[in-house]
């Protein structure tokens, strides 16, 4: 079975800094496309950053220039470092990657469980 594991959320402070990171785990032959989304309160998850396997990033808007999403392939893990954050970055920020999984070799799109970063302002 595979999963992804989140850690690193918390409370912070405007202004401040958190990373967070994501382990998938599992029979696992490759790993395509991660990213990070979130959800805010009342709100609609939403894209904020993806890393293609060979690195390619795409950011939201509204966190270009305050977040970097990195990834080790070797380890199987994806970053979210974030700073400058601001309250209206209050969500809960969900991992996701598209996933090989071995024997099969069916691409499966698997999300963690969800990690909470609030900000305090």
């Known amino acids: 079975q595979v999963q992804l594991v989140e850690s690193g959320g918390g409370l912070v402070q405007a202004g401040g800094s958190l990373r967070l990171s994501c382990a998938a785990s599992?029979?696992?032959?490759?790993?395509?496309?991660m990213g990070w989304y979130r959800q805010g309160p009342g709100k609609q998850r939403e894209l904020v950053a993806t890393i293609t396997s060979s690195g390619v990033t795409n950011y939201a808007d509204s966190v270009k220039g305050r977040f970097t999403i990195s990834r080790d392939n070797a380890k199987k893990m994806v970053y979210l470092q974030m700073s400058s954050l601001k309250p209206e970055d209050t969500a809960v920020y969900y991992c996701?990657?598209?996933?090989?999984?071995?024997?099969?070799?069916?691409?499966?799109?698997?999300w963690g469980q969800g990690a909470q970063v609030t900000v305090s302002s």
């Open positions: 599992g029979s696992i032959s490759s790993i395509n496309n």
């Open positions: 996701n990657a598209a996933i090989r999984e071995w024997p099969t070799l069916r691409v499966t799109n698997y």
